[in-house]
């Protein structure tokens, strides 16, 4: 049982956030990075920046990537005390507790480029895009910990919630128009789009959970109703919108509408797993007749659509010779998978001490879905070619023993 | 700018700083709360298919019923006293009347079929002349309806005559038969004072009718074997644990006799112990019943209706009761009856006691044993991991009289012997119950159960068993057994584990 337990807790403390990160450079500047985004990863941060250029821009083959992991309650401290100790008392059971608000949110996202390039100001880009999501209600860990002291424990999904989705997409850009007619006084807005054909890999959607558990002198009673949508090998679309100006040599803004009729259908397997489990008023003496109905069936489905919200994206950059600095807003019209209604706030820096050795800095602020994160990251750059990795801390201002989570990024992008 | 590389530093030093301990995850104990059992143990089961019962308004009832019959009536005896000697028998004939009256004054026959009886006779100095001599009887005749007669065949001695099978008078007669009209009949005639012979007759010896019409004065008839009797069973052996303080005792008495009877005698009542106890058959007011006469094939019928001393009675729990000592005495005066003799009384007995008791401290034991059957995993968390466990029992107590309650743990089915010790491997726990005016909610005891016994909770099987003992009561208690009359038990177990790999 004890196995079990640590690799379920293992599995929650190595999945991490949905709010997905669109390129793994994205990383270093903790989610700032609209107006930064160049060549290829522009199609997917703001094609209105896929400007036309001489040179062949070169995105390479697993080499730009960002992974993350984070938990909401747990940092690497707490993990350390608790495997550290030899036996749980009551006080440090309650400080586990008191680390979790409710429920054990733990979420994991990847993103990996597979390949692409630029010509002149289009682009075409493929990456692989995984995300995970589970919680666990903190009345799981309750029972856990301390056993069935109290009469109720009810779980919903609220509070417990499992959703997975991973993706391919195949990306098409094109910017660089300028606007025409506009006054000569205003600055000029270049605009572009992307739009992005997604085959599906696997998903995995928790559409239905509620239980409870009431246990007293009127015996035990369970109930636990669980409905798992999955679905393998599906395709679908969805096209992003920019538009950028430069109101000065330093500043420029930004402005994204993405997932614009963006969906995933999910058509090569659909199926439903239900399972329903009903104990009631359970004691000791009946447990030699069958006293609880259990159903676990697993059945086709029609073809079932897995929707990417519409978001917003809004931002601006400063920069000069040796500094930049951004920021970045984001707000989705609905929650998913890979959105959030709650809007989030980040911002980005970058020194160039020496021209070819860029720092860069990122601090997101957190809400109530997403945690706050740190970002640092370095890099080289030449002429025809930059690479650089980063890490990001969540929850802490540092990556450590505090830290929620981490994301490590990494890219590699030529120019010929 | 030196400054931000050594931050850059800082944060990849922290980085490559961290710990992280190998995953071994630490012991912690939890506490499991399981309910066991939860069980109303109701006064209504006790309502049984022979004995026990519930009345109109929910009050459990100890009733009983059967049928019994007395002993067949019997042939009725009767005394003529007849003995008359050396009668002149005139040549020409002669008529007699022979007097035929019980000796003991009890029976005067209007008609009777006789069961057996001898009548003797005797023809003495016979003239020779005479061929042919006999005496006719004109009511008492054969069973072709032929006047019954006896004819002298030459023997000058005492001949007997057997009677059995004749029968006397009309068989719808009111008339008594106090005389016997007889002829002797001479044949040839002899001249006139010439004598035929000498006669003499005894019928001075019992004679038993089958069938009588008549009257009977201070006829007594014992019913030596009694009247039969009724078994009464206790279930849970509440016999032993309460004394009833009222009841009431109905006997219907169905007569086939056709005379009106007085009834006497005794109900006997005896318990499992072998105590017994008596009351005399008489109504509220001491007289004595009468049952009143069949009519034709119709049974007079009497309720004999005992109320002031059957709590006496019944106090000891009766497992039996019968009637004893009973006597039918049967005097009609002028008024004739029929009676065969196989003729009987019949009797139904009922008996309702509302179980108004007075309690005594004894073991009722529930007949149905609880099984709880536990895997092999948790068996061996509980050899390896229980720390402590304990009983924690609810009692909710409907019954206006407080108990006991022991509940016995076994690895075995439990036993239970005819001394009512209950034969188990384990251990047992016992609470104290308040009665429901002292304590109408829930009452909670809580139990430790210590490590030996714990390992007893490692069985694959332990059987649960409930005894209840009811105290002692101050006074009468009644008992109800309507839905809301039970003692509800829950049980929980409360143990504490480790939780370890």
Known sequence: ?416 | MKKLYLLMMAVMVLLGACQIKNPTLPKWDIELDLPLVNDRFYVSDLVDSSNIAIDSTNVLLITANGSAESDEFGPIPFTPGIDMGNIPVPGTGRELFLPFVDDDGEVEPAYAEIHAGLIRTRFANVHSSVQELKLVFHNIFTSTGAEFSITYTGDSGWISVNLAGLHLGSSSSNQVISELPVTLVVSPALPEGTTAAQFSIQANSLILFAKFRGRLHDFSLAMDSGLGGIDISYPYGIDQAVALQEASLKVYLKNYIGFNAMFTGRIKAQNEAGETRFIDIVDDNGNNYFAPAASGAQPGEITLDFHNNVSYLLQIMPTHLEMVDGVLTIDSGQVIGDVEMNDQLFCDYLINAPMTFIFHQHDIIIREEQVINITEENRERIRKNAVWAMLQLQVQNKLPIGARARVYFSTIPTTISEDGIIGFEGFSEEMTIHSSQAEAGWQSQELSIDEAEMQILTAPTIYLRWVFSFEESNGPVTIYAGTADYIHVKGMMIAKLVVED
């Not at chain 1, 928790?206 to 599906?234: K, P, V």
């Not at chain 1, 020496?354 to 602020?365: H, S």
Request: hydrophobic letters at 45%.
């Open chain 1, 1 to 416: 049982m004890k196995n079990n337990l640590f690799a379920f807790l293992a599995a929650l403390l190595l999945a991490s956030p949905l709010l997905a990160f669109n390129t793994g450079k994205s990383i270093l500047f903790a989610d700032s990075y609209m107006l930064r985004a160049q060549g290829v990863e522009a199609a997917y941060w703001n094609p209105a920046n896929l400007v036309r250029q001489k040179h062949i821009d070169f995105w390479a083959p697993g080499l730009n990537m960002g992974v993350s992991v984070a938990n909401n309650s747990f940092d690497l401290d707490t993990y350390n005390f608790i495997v550290g100790q030899d036996y749980l008392e009551d006080a440090d059971k309650q400080l586990i507790l008191n680390k979790i608000n409710g429920s054990l949110h733990t979420e994991m996202e990847a993103q990996v480029s597979l390949f692409g390039f630029t010509l002149d100001n289009m682009s075409f880009s493929s990456a692989l895009h995984a995300m995970g999501k589970l919680a666990l209600s903190e009345r799981y860990l309750e029972l856990l910990l301390y056993g069935n002291t109290d009469s109720l424990y009810v779980f919903d999904k609220g509070t417990t919630d499992a959703k997975g989705i991973s993706y391919v997409d195949f990306t098409f850009g094109a910017g660089g128009f300028e606007i025409p007619l506009l006054p000569s006084e205003y600055p000029v807005l270049r605009t572009g789009f992307s739009v992005s054909a997604l085959v599906g890999v696997a998903n995995a959607d928790l559409t239905e959970f509620y239980g409870y558990l009431q246990s007293g002198w009127d015996g035990i009673t369970l109930h636990q109703d669980i409905t798992l949508r999955t679905g393998f090998g599906g395709y679908g679309h969805k096209a992003m919108l920019g538009a950028a100006c430069d109101l000065s040599q330093n500043l420029q803004l930004g402005l994204t509408l993405d997932n614009l009729w963006g969906k995933l259908t999910w058509s090569a397997v659909a199926e439903e797993l239900q399972y329903s489990l009903v104990a009631d008023s359970v004691y000791a003496v009946d447990i030699q007749d069958d006293f609880y109905v259990l159903r676990d069936e697993r059945v086709a489905i029609a073809d079932y659509a897995t929707e990417l919200p519409p978001e917003i994206r809004m931002a601006a950059l400063w920069k000069d010779n040796k500094y930049s600095f951004s920021a970045d807003y984001v707000q989705a019209f609905k929650h998913s998978a890979a959105t959030s209604k709650v809007g989030r706030l980040s911002f980005g820096a970058q020194l160039l001490p020496l021209p070819f050795l860029p720092l860069n800095f990122g601090l997101a602020l957190g809400n109530e879905a997403y945690p706050w994160r740190a970002s640092y990251g370095f890099g080289l750059k030449s002429k025809g070619s930059e690479f650089g990795f980063s890490v990001q801390s969540i929850d802490s201002i540092f990556p450590g023993q505090k830290s929620k989570g981490v994301s490590f990024g990494s890219y590699i992008r030529l120019w010929i």
